[in-house]
């Protein structure tokens, strides 16, 4: 007639809650690492588009710098060298901007943070926690 669980009981119990966390938070390291791989992919995509369109503006231009004393028609093809340029730079600019993400595995790190400060007894902030009802209560 025991009221409390015996020490194996104890230990199974354990062991089970640190393989769901640990399942959790490589649940959660597998998808980070998805998104990082969408995100290099789309980053290549940008800067081959951007190299293709530098390119092209290139030789429009040096076709544009060639013809330009033959006749006034080509202002559509300065217009489109400068088109092709335009595009090339506001590609590049969401290159740079898709390489400023924060750090790798981010969200992994911040759950692991916050499973040490449970595990210390410490408070965990509203703003740690991302989620307003994870708040510790006193």
């Known amino acids: ?41 789309r980053i290549f995509a940008f800067c081959i588009l ?39 730079v506001i590609l590049l600019g969401l290159c740079r901007a898709s390489l400023r993400h924060g750090p790798l595995f981010a969200a992994t790190l911040a759950e692991l943070q916050r499973d040490i400060a449970s595990l210390r007894d410490e408070p965990i902030a509203a703003s740690e926690t991302g989620t307003p009802h994870e708040s510790p209560t006193a």
Not at 12 to 32: H, P, S
Not at 62 to 82: D, H, K, N, P
Request: proline fraction near 1%; aromatic fraction near 8%; include cysteine.
């Open 1 to 41: 007639m025991r009221d409390k669980p015996g020490f194996f009981q104890t230990l199974k119990r354990l062991l089970r809650d640190l393989l769901e966390i640990g399942q959790t938070r490589l649940a959660l390291l597998a998808n980070e690492a998805e998104e990082e791989k969408i995100r290099l992919v």
């Open 50 to 88: 951007a190299l293709f369109c530098l390119g092209v503006g290139v030789m429009l231009l040096v076709a544009f710098l060639t013809l330009l004393f033959w006749e006034s028609r080509l202002l559509l093809l300065g217009a489109t060298c400068l088109g092709f340029l335009a595009l090339a």
